[in-house]
């Protein structure tokens, strides 16, 4: 686990930089709107939602309540891969080195008894 902690941290890092870079010294209607006027923004732009929308699936799968998935989701949905990241190390920090709980969550349980 401690190498899936270092590379989570590293892309909590390198999201984080790359937001701030985005928020300081671009205009997020403008840069938008030439993103969108591109076929390759596009693609880009739904090749990121897929993956969102992906990983939030495991979110909603692993987690006990739907309130907290439902607040995981939306965040995941504004501030992406940064809030993939801090899901991530909160999950590998509470699954005590098992990789079990890490993937499975609260299901765990119920999948092993099964």
Avoid: Q
């Avoid at 965040?75 to 999950?91: E, K, N, P, S």
């Amino acid at each position: 686990m401690k190498v899936a902690k270092i590379i989570t941290w590293i892309g909590f890092f390198a999201m984080s930089a790359a937001l701030l870079n985005g928020f300081i010294n671009g205009d997020f209607w403008a840069d938008g709107s030439k993103l969108l006027a591109n076929p390759w923004g596009i693609v880009s732009l739904v090749d990121l939602y897929v993956g969102f929308i992906l990983f939030s699936m495991w979110i909603v799968f692993r987690e006990k309540h739907s309130a907290s998935a439902v607040i995981w989701v939306i965040l995941m949905m504004v501030f992406g891969f940064l809030t993939a990241c801090v899901y991530i190390l909160i999950a590998l920090y509470s699954s005590k080195e098992d990789w079990l709980i890490f993937f499975l969550g609260a299901r765990k349980a119920n999948l092993a008894a099964s």
